[in-house]
């Protein structure tokens, strides 16, 4: 299998590049070759001897691959760098934020729906152990409410608040499905690592913490008056099943997710920076 790592930046490019080069799982993987427009990272994963080639444009690999890997760290790169290859049918994995931009997030799906395009990514955060009992005991009991808390970086060059914020709403997912309702959103200062929403699931709400503060937990709460928590302060062991998901999306032809599983995250992002932007309760639809 050949394959090829779009925007080199992020921390995801460095874990794919050793699992294919010292992981013997993956002996029968390639990684032809690397772009970014940041020349720092591609020298980084070049000394690292994770790749040998660096692409001058982000589609050369049009018909040279099996797939990509799109670990750019802006978004809206990620919509760029993907869409040839999805207009080629060639399969992604497209790290979080699947897009930081609604609209581009649709189009890149619908286009992949046409094509037959398999996708696949998000944040990795979907996959961490700790969240499995409380997924359990949201469908075993009557839940009274939850919380959820992760770290964001809102003054950053990557897209500002899209940069981090799929963490948690990954989390939030995998605890208690796609059922938000509407969402309302407070951010005092968009310079600071400080944002609070509750969401409306329906029958009972959630509140989402994001601080400065690198942990990730959750609580979840039940009408039979029991509380079960968790945390997390290292999630880099998702990285394997990230690309596990990949490569067997790539090798078996089938998507774990759907076009509007993917999609969904994006659409809840949008409803929580438009609610701290204009102060209001947003309908989820």
Known sequence: MKIAILGVENSHADAFGKLVKENEKYKDIEIVGIYSEEEDATKRII???????????????????????????HGNNHYKYAMPYVKAGI???????????????????QTAKDNGTL??????????DELK?????????????????????????????????QHLIEMLITIYGRNVKSVVAYCPDEKKNRLTVIFNMGEFDVCGCYTGEFRYTATLNTLDNQTYNTFCDNV????????????????????????????YPVKILDAIERS?????????E
């Open 47 to 73: 000394d690292a001897g994770y790749a040998t080639y660096v692409a001058s444009s982000p589609d050369e690999f049009v018909g040279k691959v099996d797939g990509i890997l799109v670990t750019a760290r």
């Open 133 to 165: 009992p409380l997924s359990r005991m949201a469908k075993e009991k009557k839940v009274a409410s939850g919380n959820i808390c992760c770290p964001v970086n809102m003054d950053n060059p990557y897209g500002g608040f899209w940069f981090y914020t």
């Open 91 to 109: 399969p992604c994995f497209i790290d979080k934020p699947f897009c930081a931009d609604l609209e581009l997030a649709k189009e890149l799906a």
């Open 236 to 263: 880099a062991y998702t990285y394997v099943n990230e690309f596990d998901e990949f490569v067997e999306m790539v090798k078996n032809g089938v998507m774990h997710d759907s076009y509007d599983d993917l999609v």
């Open 276 to 284: 701290y932007k204009e102060k209001k309760e947003i309908i989820v």
């Open 119 to 128: 996708l696949c990514g998000g944040s990795c955060l979907k996959f961490i």
